[in-house]
Antibody
Framework: EVQLVESGGGLIQPGGSLRLSCAAS????????MNWVRQAPGKGLEWLSV???????FYADSVKGRFTISRDTSNNILYLDMDTLRVEDTAVYYC???????????????WGQGTLVTVSS | DIVMTQSPDSLAVSLGERATINCKSS????????????LAWFQQKPGQPPKLLIS???TRESGVPDRFSGSGSGTDFTLTISSLQAEDVAVYYC?????????FGPGTRLEIK
């Protein structure tokens, strides 16, 4: 059974750093496109970043240069390192699995339950 | 970047009636080489993560009731719920996956009238 469990959220001051983790089971993170998507309180979904199965990474302009996606294949964990956090980064952060490759790879088929990050002084 | 818009922002429909949600992309998301529209529809219920309903603009995912259907091509797309059920109350999002960033529409809130 595919499962994604995010952790690492919490309250952080503006300018601070945080690392989110997404523990995957039922598949391997390096065999699929893996995404981070966030949702500010009461707002819509915002795609943030993807790591392709081959290792390439892409980011939304809103987080480029501040956030870094990575993975630990030994422990089957996806990470999101977040630096220089801003109040507007407050959101539930979801880890989401894409396809294995080919044209269907960007399609997200499984989501975690999310972890809440609150940036406030 | 491709911008996705949706209409209406919210919608109230009587049980058993048809609900129609529109999605528009700022440029075509039809990939000629594969003859496919790179558009997905997601359903998000309160307190839950989104759920993939439809891919490739019109392909219903396994387990999704057949009252849900997707249509459209190029830049204009529609999600239709043919006969609204109480469990369909949710926010619906379209998303393109044509090129990064894979942006979402702002969402349409669907309620019971």
């Amino acid at each position: 059974e595919v499962q994604l469990v995010e952790s690492g959220g919490g309250l952080i001051q503006p300018g601070g750093s945080l690392r989110l983790s997404c523990a995957a089971s039922g598949f391997t993170v390096n065999s699929h496109y893996m995404n981070w998507v966030r949702q500010a309180p009461g707002k819509g979904l915002e795609w943030l970043s993807v790591m392709y199965s081959g290792g390439s990474t892409f980011y939304a302009d809103s987080v480029k240069g501040r956030f870094t996606i990575s993975r630990d294949t030994s422990n089957n964990i996806l990470y999101l390192d977040m630096d220089t956090l801003r109040v507007e980064d407050t959101a539930v952060y979801y880890c989401a699995r894409g396809g294995r490759g080919g044209i269907a790879a960007p399609l997200v088929d499984y989501w975690g339950q999310g972890t809440l990050v609150t940036v406030s002084s | 970047d491709i911008v996705m818009t949706q209409s209406p922002d919210s919608l109230a429909v009587s049980l058993g009636e048809r609900a129609t949600i529109n999605c528009k992309s700022s440029q075509s998301i039809f990939f000629h080489s594969y003859n496919k529209n790179y558009l997905a529809w997601f359903q998000q219920k309160p307190g839950q993560p989104p759920k993939l309903l439809i891919s490739w603009a019109s392909t219903r995912e396994s387990g999704v009731p057949d009252r849900f259907s997707g249509s459209g091509s190029g830049t204009d797309f529609t999600l239709t719920i043919s006969s609204l059920q109480a469990e369909d109350v949710a926010v619906y999002y379209c998303q393109h996956y044509y090129s990064t960033p894979w942006t979402f529409g702002p969402g349409t809130r669907l309620e019971i009238k």
